[in-house]
């Protein structure tokens, strides 16, 4: 079966300037994640979507990060501003959504604010 | 809030040894916890899942044990080779169902040297 696609693959942009970034979960699934690794970190969680509603959004910095999923499919994740802080690598993944799901990612989005 | 820790150390080892990775949580018992393992440039690859009331898990070269009195759980690789070197992941959920967020320690990184 096909992967979690995420585009771009890398991304450069300079602070103050908006990003977006894409993902195409394995079809099927019913949640979807974003993650933010930060180099040498383990994954953050920064959103979490059942369908097409938002499960978990505590740590989503609302002040410039947003994220829809359209039609409980493909998803969207914007920054807007960018901070130089913001750089990390942006990780989408997707679960079938019954109990003790295993998390699929994609190979993610690498960000660079300078 | 949950924390997890993972040896942030390297753990270097000589090929065909076994590799013994450590993951320590704190506040409530997961419902589950997860092992990943994850490459340079790529995502998180889902390795095995261990619910709370087993002991001990096994796939292959691969081992997982979870000790909730001591809240801990080891990851073991035996007879080790130079293709097991990467990044290993541990991550909790509180519960078994999927509202909870999915919360990862900061990875150990493994080298097996042939």
């Known amino acids: 079966e096909a992967g979690v696609a995420q585009s771009p693959r890398y991304k450069i942009i300079e602070k103050r300037q908006s990003v977006a970034f894409w993902c195409n979960p394995i079809s099927g699934h019913a949640t979807l994640y974003w993650y933010q690794q930060i180099l040498g970190q383990g994954p953050k969680l920064l959103i979490q979507f059942q369908n097409n509603g938002v499960v978990d959004d505590s740590q989503l910095p609302k002040d410039r990060f947003s994220a829809e999923r359209l039609k409980g499919v493909d998803s969207t994740l914007k920054i807007q501003p960018a901070k130089l802080e913001d750089s990390a690598v942006y990780l989408c993944?997707?679960?079938?959504?019954?109990?003790?799901?295993?998390?699929?990612f994609g190979s993610g989005t690498q960000l660079s604010v300078l | 809030s949950q924390k997890i820790e993972q040896n942030s150390e390297a753990l270097n080892i000589q090929e065909g040894k076994t590799a013994t990775l450590t993951c320590n949580y704190t506040n409530y018992s997961p419902a589950y916890l997860q092992w990943y393992r994850q490459d340079p440039g790529r995502g998180p690859v889902f390795l095995l899942l261990i619910r709370e009331n087993e002991k001990e898990k096994r796939k292959e070269r691969l081992k997982v044990t979870f000790d909730t009195t001591l809240k801990q759980s080891l990851f073991h690789i035996t007879a080790s080779q130079p293709a097991d070197s990467a990044t290993y992941l541990c991550a909790l959920r509180r519960g078994s169902s999927n509202t909870g967020k999915l919360i990862f320690g900061q990875g150990t990184t493994l080298q097996v040297k042939p």
């Open positions: 993944a997707s679960g079938t959504g019954t109990g003790n799901e295993k998390l699929f």
